[in-house]
């Protein structure tokens, strides 16, 4: 079993910024492409950063220049630095990563999800 657990949410002011964590635990062979995704209300879900096993990152248009994603393999943790934040970044943000388990079976697992808001 497989679970990823998110951290760093929280309320923050326009211009601010927040450090978002994913932690991966339990039967874990090895990990490949890690990403966030974004929800707002009304809203569909979007990625918002990818990140390779490799460090390829990619973003979405609305975010390139203020956020960053980064990971710590030896951690299994995936990070998700936040700047110049704006209200319109308000969403539940969830992690997702793409998992090869001991058992040897590949899955694309989610986290709890953690709300940011930004105020203006």
């Known amino acids: 079993q497989v679970q990823l657990v998110e951290s760093g949410g929280g309320l923050v002011q326009a211009g601010g910024s927040l450090r978002l964590s994913c932690k991966a635990s339990?039967?874990?062979?090895?990990?490949?492409?890690m990403s966030w995704y974004r929800q707002a209300p009304g809203k569909q879900r979007e990625l918002v950063a990818r990140?390779?096993?490799?460090?390829?990152?990619n973003y979405a248009d609305s975010v390139k220049g203020r956020f960053t994603i980064s990971r710590d393999n030896a951690k299994s943790t995936v990070y998700l630095q936040m700047n110049s934040l704006k209200p319109e970044d308000t969403a539940v943000y969830y992690c997702?990563?793409?998992?090869?388990?001991?058992?040897?079976?590949?899955?694309?697992?989610w986290g709890q999800g953690t709300q940011v808001t930004v105020s203006s």
């Open positions: 997702n990563a793409d998992i090869w388990t001991l058992m040897a079976m590949r899955g694309d697992y």
């Open positions: 339990g039967s874990i062979l090895s990990i490949n492409t």
């Open positions: 990140i390779t096993s490799s460090d390829n990152t």
